[in-house]
């Protein structure tokens, strides 16, 4: 069995899309970092395969997902962002295909639009010669994680809040070659900075400048050493102080001067080795 596992962050409007549309039969594991009790309240008293499991506080994408692949019963946890678009016939054909090759780390459908995901790098061979699976170097958003084949090697990075922890995820899993596969003949579409209650738009841009800048170098140091990161998040710092300067003193906009300067502390924060601990939105209790 597979336990499907999403991350909420006022994203009650997806959470309660896909309990429908996904068979009973898959147990769901919600984290909520919003502390939303009456949600957590309202969707167990409805649906007894579906745990909601609230947080002590925003603790962020990767911890998030390691505490649903803790909190899971079965060897198969699939992960998703909340503003994915997968139909219960593909968590099916997942299921089916998972267990045929079993001898994998990662298994993932790939994006409607092809285009997207490119890193297809080799056909995977397996005696039940299955059609369109391909090994990868990385996937993102939505894939199915084998927890035995990875018990040794840990989840994910919990220094990353949001952004790059699965690249890095993946980097690991790739340099200890686990197999990370996808079927072309599973699809889904990703809306992208969709998840979160548009009421939150202001918060949610604030956090993600912060965020990806602190994650990029974070990332970068991480693998490359401390002068690629400098190398890779330096065009990211120069953009910042040209547009916190354009916005604050030419155009005078305010919303798109905090912004930038979000960015701007993000790397500061990061090149500091300070923890990624920007939250801009105040704990519900």
Avoid at 126 to 132: A, H, L, M, R
Wanted: proline share 2%; net charge positive; glycine share 2%.
């Amino acid at each position: 069995m597979i336990t499907i596992v999403f991350l909420s962050f006022h994203s009650e409007h997806h959470i309660r899309r896909h309990i429908l549309e996904i068979d009973k039969k898959f147990p769901i594991i919600v984290i909520d970092n919003a502390r939303n009790f009456e949600f957590k309240k309202e969707i167990e008293e409805k649906y007894s395969h579906v745990k909601v499991v609230i947080t002590k506080e925003n603790i962020g994408w990767a911890a998030g997902m390691n505490l649903g692949i803790k909190e899971s019963a079965t060897n198969y946890v699939m992960i998703n962002s909340p503003d994915i678009n997968i139909s219960n016939d593909s968590i099916e054909k997942l299921f089916y295909e998972i267990n045929k090759v079993k001898n994998f780390a990662l298994f993932a459908p790939t994006y409607l639009d092809e285009s997207i995901h490119k890193n297809y790098y080799k056909k995977f061979e397996t005696k039940d010669n299955f059609q369109d699976v391909l090994e990868v170097e990385w996937i993102d958003n939505s894939f199915v994680i084998n927890k035995e084949e990875i018990k040794n090697l840990g989840f994910f990075d919990e220094n990353f809040f949001m952004y790059y922890e699965n690249f890095d995820f993946c980097k690991k899993l790739f340099a200890n070659k686990k197999k990370m596969l996808i079927s072309k003949n599973i699809k889904f579409t990703h809306e992208g900075t969709s998840s979160v209650n548009k009421n939150f738009s202001f918060e949610v841009i604030l956090s993600r400048n912060w965020h990806y800048s602190w994650s990029k170098y974070y990332f970068f140091k991480k693998h490359y050493g401390t002068f690629f990161g400098i190398k890779k998040i330096f065009p990211n710092f120069l953009r910042s102080i040209r547009k916190i300067l354009f916005y604050k003193f030419l155009l005078r906009d305010n919303v798109k001067y905090q912004f930038a300067l979000a960015e701007f502390k993000g790397i500061f924060q990061s090149v500091l080795s300070k923890p990624s601990n920007y939250r801009p939105f105040k704990k519900k209790d």
